[in-house]
């Protein structure tokens, strides 16, 4: 007897479903052991039906009439066995859609894009295997080296015959102006050293300098109380607006009672401010060339003075131990500033950002202060500075400051403002070396041996297979000069 579900004719080949796993692709590629998987699930497949359709067939009667009691026997056992097919069916349904989805899975993974991806993810995790294993991992980098200037001497230029009290670089970096105790003032060319002119006018010895910012006027003060300004150009003394009977006059300024030690022009260059052994600091209007203002600043001779960037603040020191700040528009001391020893103070200076103030002592020290707070932030030593007032100034070299001061011992130390290293430590002069002054890369200093120096940052020479780039020979040569006054050669 045939079931429900079967028709005449029917075989288990022509019932057996066509599944996702026979449709899928016969090209696509086969992970390890995946055909074994499939193997086995469509074996298993085709046993379940082949025993399901044998359990469901059931014999037919014989022609030859056999017993009805028999018959109806048979028919028991038939329903019996067919109540048991179906619910084996049922069961066995179940496992089949179990399998089939199986196989489904199995066919979907074996597609090409799956393939694909699996082969990128297998690469990649490969890759990484392989980067986290190399020899040539990348390293950090190194932090950058702590900057350090490398002034070397290029030339030593000589003219005057009594030693150098002070030189001074203009403003545009292009000249150099030296004083000294044979009571001229020459002018020198930065870049190559030449000799451009001496100013002659001072009866005694010219102890300081000031450049306007233009540099296009120096101001001059010597032992003969008087302060003189010239002409860069002309080289002539520098005419003023005071008129006389005779017209227009061109004459010193002049006021202080004692040797004019130090002198600084204001941020604009209408303002003269000049520091004497007489204790005050005189204030003067350039362009009228007479005395605005005069300060009792000190119970001792005036050594240093300086105007803040601004202009509206002028710093004085004094060999009494005092810093004093001054408002320029009223004359009004703001702030006096005291070192618990109390050395003497030989020369002062502002920060180019005028928050602090350098000062320079007789003990060996040079000393930062903050003088809205009134305290000392750093102290630099290393050079030799007990009897002379020496002097220096603060330096940039990329954007890196650091400070810069003449030695006892005729040399010169350059100084890092923060950590307070010595930097570079310059030998040079024969003697006591008196100033130092800073315009970038160029560097100059005034000393006892009548010699002016120039000093000029060289940086790391490029490196060309293993070797350094040897410098410019024609830098080297000696430049001769057919002045009669002066003999300059390179250092």
Request: hydrophobic residues 30%.
């Amino acid at each position: 007897m045939a079931s429900d579900d079967e028709r005449p004719g029917d075989s288990p080949r022509s019932k057996r479903r066509r599944t996702h796993a026979d449709s899928s692709p016969p090209y696509a590629p086969r992970r390890d052991g995946e055909e074994d998987d499939v193997h086995q699930a469509t074996r298993e497949l085709s046993i379940r039906e082949h025993r399901r359709n044998s359990r469901t067939m059931s014999p037919s009667p014989g022609d030859d009439g056999a017993d009805r009691k028999y018959y109806d026997e048979q028919s028991r056992r038939t329903s019996r066995s067919r109540s048991r097919s179906r619910s084996r069916s049922r069961s066995t349904t179940r496992s089949d859609s179990r399998l089939r989805s199986r196989l489904s899975s199995v066919s979907r993974s074996r597609s090409p894009r799956s393939s694909r991806s699996r082969s990128r993810s297998q690469s990649s995790s490969t890759r990484s295997r392989t980067d986290s294993l190399s020899p040539r991992a990348p390293q950090p980098t190194p932090p950058p080296e702590p900057f350090k200037p490398n002034y070397r001497a290029r030339l030593v230029l000589h003219g005057h015959t009594k030693p150098i009290s002070q030189v001074r670089i203009s403003p545009n970096g292009r000249f150099i102006a030296s004083a000294s105790a044979d009571a001229t003032v020459k002018i020198w060319d930065a870049a190559t050293g030449a000799h451009m002119d001496t100013l002659f006018g001072h009866m005694a010895g010219v102890s300081c300098l000031a450049w306007t910012p233009d540099s296009n006027t120096i101001a001059s003060g010597s032992d003969d109380k008087a302060i003189r300004l010239w002409d860069r150009v002309t080289g002539r003394p520098k005419t003023t607006a005071r008129k006389t009977e005779a017209g227009q006059e061109m004459a010193p300024l002049k006021g202080h009672h004692n040797y004019i030690h130090c002198l600084a022009f204001s941020p604009k260059g209408n303002i003269l401010a000049s520091g004497s052994y007489d204790e005050a600091v005189f204030l003067w209007d350039v362009r009228a060339g007479r005395l605005m203002r005069s300060l009792p600043a000190h119970s001792d001779p005036v050594s240093g003075i300086d105007f803040c960037c601004d202009g509206t603040l002028v710093v004085s020191c004094s060999t009494d131990g005092l810093i004093r700040v001054w408002d320029t528009s009223t004359g009004q001391c703001l702030r006096t500033l005291v070192h618990e020893d109390n050395p003497a103070v030989t020369n002062v200076c502002f920060s180019p950002n005028g928050r602090f103030v350098l000062a320079f002592n007789l003990d060996n020290c040079i000393r930062l202060w903050d003088y809205v707070a009134g305290s000392v932030k750093k102290t630099y030593q290393g050079h030799l500075n007990e009897k002379f007032a020496v002097g220096g100034c603060f330096g940039v070299l990329d954007g890196a400051p650091f400070v810069a001061s003449a030695s006892e011992d005729g040399s010169i130390v350059l100084w890092d403002v923060v950590s307070k290293n010595v930097l570079q430590r310059v030998e040079g002069h024969a003697g006591v070396c008196f100033w130092v002054d800073v315009h970038e890369e160029t560097m100059v200093s005034g000393g006892q041996d009548n010699t002016v120096r120039v000093y000029r940052h060289v940086r790391d020479a490029p490196v060309t297979n293993g070797a350094k780039v040897e410098e410019d020979q024609s830098s080297r040569d000696e430049l001769s000069m057919k002045q009669e006054d002066v003999d300059m050669t390179e250092a």
